[in-house]
């Protein structure tokens, strides 16, 4: 008779194995396998990819993209702040010759700028914006 015939594997797991319609012997695992004809559980799976880091609350605004090219002109307020001590520390917008006080929306977020001293930013033609007072 020609029946199924039961067994194990290398693995010890338990295997069946018959005649197909065409009459040719065949088995198979009883585990699921994966594309290569490994058991699923001996099949490498790629890490997973790290979560991105989340954003932190921020205190100072981040720096802008333009890089200050002037005397007197800083790409950090602790830069700025260290050169006037005493004075208020602007962030200038380089294109348009206006500056922003700490605490408006601004203030160290145009494209190209820089953080300088006020009397800096006076002394090379700068203004300040007009919906703004020093603080």
């Known amino acids: 008779m ?4 039961s067994g194990r594997d290398a693995g010890g797991r338990a295997r069946r194995s018959g005649a197909n319609q065409d009459g040719a012997s065949e088995s198979r695992a009883d585990s699921a396998e994966d594309g290569a004809g490994r058991p699923a559980a001996e ?14 609350a921020k205190t100072e605004p ?4 333009g890089q200050p090219s002037g005397a007197n002109q800083f790409t950090a307020e602790g830069q700025a702040k260290a050169h006037c001590p005493t004075g208020t520390v602007v962030w200038a917008n380089l294109d348009s010759k206006i500056f922003h006080f700490t605490g408006y929306a601004d203030y160290g977020h145009t494209k190209k700028g820089a953080y300088m001293c006020e009397k800096d930013a006076t002394a090379q033609g700068m203004r300040a914006a007009k919906n703004e007072k020093q603080p």
């Open 43 to 56: 099949t490498k799976m790629a890490p997973p990819a790290p979560a991105p880091a989340k954003s932190t």
């Open 2 to 5: 020609q029946g199924r015939q």
């Open 62 to 65: 981040a720096p802008a993209t």
